[in-house]
Each structure stands twice: as structure tokens, then as C-alpha cells.
């Protein structure tokens, strides 16, 4: 579940630098899900963010995403709790899925699971904001791959956008 006091924007959270806010390459991963907060000042009303996934050796997984002000979260379904992407989210095509497995979620029992190989695969929301005002944008990703293999690509890019 999301909480807005565990994801308040304060003086310690990094700062949300423009469009990339975040970017991994590395195949070998931790196994477990790793938390991801920054601090977001948008200029513009309207807003997206897209989680771009490459993972050539196993999979990435998704879940409890946030864009809090205060108390309210900007976003529709960040846990996919409503056991699909939709309403929220839209997704590029398969293999982008929205899984029951409360063992695999990071909070909750739904999580997107990206099993993309060669290609990348984008989940993208778009919201709306108060351009100025400070928002706390978080996320929690698990990276499932255990090796680095010659010639994989792993990768996931956050894109914040207004």
C-alpha cells in the first residue's frame, strides 16, 4: 500500500533532474525491490512519467509508484492493485504484465512484471499537476537478474516529463 507519509518531499530527498531521473544498466541484480525517491518542482501542468525496460537475462518488476503532494498521490493505480494496468497506465504491448503474487509484490498482491528481451518495452501514465508546488516521486523496482552475460542488455530508464 502507499502511504503519504513514508514518501513526504522533504530537504533530504534527491532532487528529480529533468526528463531521466533515473537509469540502470546491469544485469546482475539484488533480488530484492530497491526504493527510489526524488524531490519534482514541475514548470507545466501537465505530466507523464514512462518507465522505458530492457532485460535480456530474467525480468524487472514494478510496483507502488507515487507522485505525492502533501497527502494525494497525482497518479491512478500505482500499485496496480486494481489488477491490471488499466485504468492508469498504458503500456507499449506484452510482455508487460500486471501479476497476482503477493510473494513477488512489493506491497500489496499486484505488480507489473517485464519480461522484455531485444526490444524495450514503456508503461506510461500522464496526470496533472500544480506547476511549482513540490511533489515527492517514488517507486520500488526489482531487478530479478542474477548474472551479467556478454552481449546482454539490461536497462531501465524513469522519464518525468511536462
Not at 514541475?42 to 530492457?54: E, G, H, K, M
Not at 498504458?90 to 509484490?105: D, H, L
Not at 501514465?125 to 516521486?137: D, E, L
Amino acid at each position: 500500500m502507499i502511504t503519504a507519509n513514508i514518501v513526504a518531499c522533504t530537504t533530504s530527498n534527491a532532487t528529480c533532474l529533468p526528463f531521466t531521473i533515473y537509469q540502470i544498466s546491469n544485469c546482475a541484480g539484488s533480488n530484492v525491490y530497491e526504493y527510489f525517491s526524488c524531490c519534482w518542482t514541475p514548470t507545466a501542468a501537465n505530466s507523464t512519467i514512462r518507465f522505458v525496460f530492457q532485460h535480456d537475462t530474467d525480468e524487472w518488476c514494478l510496483d507502488d509508484v507515487s507522485v505525492f503532494n502533501g497527502t494525494t498521490d497525482m497518479l491512478i493505480n500505482g500499485g496496480f492493485e486494481m489488477g491490471s494496468s488499466a485504468p492508469g497506465w498504458v503500456i507499449s504491448a506484452p510482455p508487460i504484465t500486471v501479476v497476482n503474487g503477493a510473494s513477488q509484490a512489493h506491497s500489496g498482491n499486484w505488480y507489473l512484471d517485464d519480461w522484455s528481451t531485444s526490444t524495450t518495452d514503456k508503461i506510461t501514465q500522464t496526470f496533472t499537476v500544480v506547476p511549482g508546488q513540490n511533489y515527492n516521486v517514488s517507486f520500488y523496482l526489482y531487478n530479478g537478474g542474477t548474472y551479467n552475460a556478454l552481449g546482454a542488455t539490461c536497462s531501465i530508464r524513469v522519464i518525468l516529463s511536462t
